[in-house]
Nanobody
Framework: QVQLVEFGGGLVQAGGSLRLSCAASGRTFSTYDMGWFRQAPGKEREFVAATRWSGGITYTAYYGDSVKGRFSVFRDNAKNTQILQMNSLKPEDTAVYYC?????????????????WGQGTQVTVSS
């Protein structure tokens, strides 16, 4: 059974940092697109970041405009895990953050292109 589980959410002050982890199980995700999305109350699900396999051990990272320069995404394939490092957090980053995986590469910023989802983890940034 395929499962994605997010860890690391919590409460942080503006300007602080958090690291989210997504642990994947049930299969090897090394060739999958893996993404992070977030959803704030009353808003649509928003693309945050993703990694795409580029061949060998190389991955390309993609970021949403609102997090470029502040967030970093990378994989640890030995642990079947994707990490989202979030720095310089702002109150507008407050949302539930979801990990997702897509079996076939396509537009990485579209939630419907992802086949598997985690349950989400809450990130709250206080001002």
């Amino acid at each position: 059974q395929v499962q994605l589980v997010e860890f690391g959410g919590g409460l942080v002050q503006a300007g602080g940092s958090l690291r989210l982890s997504c642990a994947a199980s049930g299969r090897t995700f090394s060739t999958y697109d893996m993404g992070w999305f977030r959803q704030a109350p009353g808003k649509e699900r928003e693309f945050v970041a993703a990694t795409r396999w580029s061949g060998g051990i190389t991955y390309t990272a993609y970021y949403g405009d609102s997090v470029k320069g502040r967030f970093s995404v990378f994989r640890d394939n030995a642990k079947n895990t994707q990490i989202l490092q979030m720095n310089s957090l702002k109150p507008e980053d407050t949302a539930v953050y979801y990990c997702a995986a897509a079996a076939r590469p396509s537009a990485w910023g579209i939630p419907d292109n992802y086949d598997y989802w985690g349950q989400g983890t809450q990130v709250t940034v206080s001002s």
